[in-house]
C-alpha cells in the first residue's frame, strides 16, 4: 500500500464538492439598508449628538487613599454645580448628576432644534473608617472633587509590610 492511497483527493481537488456562490438573499437586503443609510448620514450638514454612547452614560472617576483621605474625582463635563447631588449611604459614595438642554439654531433657512435631557450616576464603594459627615466637595472646570477623612482608628490600622527580593 503506498501512502497516496491514503490521500482521498490524490493532488487534484476534483472530488471536492464546489462551495455554492450564491449571495445570502437576507445578507444582501442588510447590505442595501446599511449602504441607504450610511448614504442618508452623509447628506445632512449638520452633526448629530451621538446618543447612548458610553462617554455620556458613564461618570469617570480616580479614586486615591493617601491614609488620612479618600479621594475621588469625577469628570461631569457641562454641567454645573446644580445639576450635581453627592450622597454618601451605606458605605457607598453615589454621584448623580442630571443635565438637561434645549437648543435651536435658524441657518441657511434650516431650522434645527435639539432637546437633550441624561442622567448620569456612579456608585464608589468606601473603605471602612471614613468619616462622611466630615467630606467636602469642590465643583471646578466639569470636574467633581470629594475629599472624605478617615478616622483616627482607621490612619493607625494601617501596616506597613516591607518587600524583600525573591
Known sequence: MKITDLVPWRGSRQDVPAQASRMDPVGALQLDVDRAFDNFWRMLRFPLPDFGSPDQTEVRVDVSDDGKAVTVAAELPGMT????????????????GEKKSDRKTDEDGV???????????????????????????????????????????ART????ISVQAG
Open 111 to 153: 431650522s434645527i432644534r435639539e432637546r437633550t435631557y441624561g442622567i448620569v450616576e456612579r456608585v464608589v464603594p468606601l473603605p471602612d473608617g471614613v468619616e462622611p459627615d466630615a467630606a467636602k466637595a469642590t465643583f471646578k472646570n466639569g470636574v467633581l472633587t470629594v475629599v472624605i477623612p478617615k478616622s483616627a482608628e
Open 157 to 160: 490600622d494601617r501596616k506597613r
Open 81 to 96: 454645580e446644580s445639576d450635581v447631588d453627592v450622597s454618601v449611604d451605606g458605605g457607598f459614595l453615589r454621584i448623580r
